[in-house]
């Protein structure tokens, strides 16, 4: 090897994928301060709907203090079987974090739409720091929450099923109250911003005991820990969208996880001879909303719109259901238990309410005024 070309090798940033959560295709150094990185991209059973809307690596070696750049590329998909450019555009610049703990938007990107491209240029504090597409929520954060569920009075766990890598699918119970709530997060690995709204509302739940007087809770906090572990993004080990297969029969080998979801919201509504709400929770791009039925729908709507951050893109509207094999899970709970159930749909985007991307703070703040309003008076 050429002196001066060992040298580059050995100047060159180091690009590693190799911890949980994480998530690339490959990395190629052109340069000791240009990298190209292929982000990787899920497909599902049918080997369609390609879904490139997920990455999350560590830098190190980097010069602190000179710039560099990184080229994300492998972004075009599909998604419902139309072709797409792909989910990650100059609209949803990542996030770069020096202890993956405090995340900050990277706002100087260059989106090249003709290949297409995303170009980051960062100029580091440190050597080493970590990029992701949204601040991510790992298995560890969501075992740290659990602990703290568990720990808390008034609060009842059940796993109702394990995932083929043997992680627990959880319910957790809160309260007395005559309405049943029904709350479901995380079933796509990669919006990780749904779980910081399920901490916003647990330590809303815990801090006001009055939220608990007025209706029983039950929380499906992390429908997808395999998926979140390995750097997933909506498919299960099997390639079953966890939100786009509800309507296919149990199945505990390739679908462990609906099987079990759907089996644990039939037992809530036995016990609780009915529900009075259930809503399942969401991450889009550049969209923002809440679907569900008209009359308490428009009056959740108006409240989030007042009382939280909820930055709608349009009116609430119901959906229509989907054609064999496509049912997610609020359409299988409207059908099959009759409940008033609602779709919310939180951007990653720059939102006009907030004047910024949305951080972890305004997730979880989310999460506590939205508790404030589907447990206050009627």
Known sequence: ?????????LLAVRISADFEGAA???????SPTEVRITVRGETDQQ???RQASWYYFRVDDAPPGKPITIDLTGLPGEYNFQPNRGAITGATPPWISYDQRTWTSV???DY???EPR???RITPRQARFWIAHIPPYTDRQFGALRRRVRASAGWEEKVFGTTPQGRDLVQWRYGTGPRTIVLMFRQHSWEAGTSYVAEGVVEELRRDPALGRAATWFLLPYS????VARGGVRFNHAGFDL??????PDDAKLRPEITAQRQALRRIRELRRGIDLFITFHNTETSEYLDGPAELGERIYAALKERTNFDPSRAPRGEPLAGPGRMNVYQWVASELQAPTFLIESRIARGSKLGRWPTIDDRREFGRGLAQVLGGPR
């Open 1 to 9: 090897m050429d002196a001066g070309v060992a040298l580059l090798a």
């Open 24 to 30: 690339i295709e490959r990395a190629e150094v052109a």
């Open 47 to 49: 080997q369609r709907n």
């Open 107 to 109: 706002e100087t990107v």
């Open 112 to 114: 090249d739409a003709a």
């Open 118 to 120: 995303l170009r980051l």
């Open 224 to 227: 997808d820990p395999d998926g």
């Open 243 to 248: 939100n786009r297969n509800w309507d296919l």
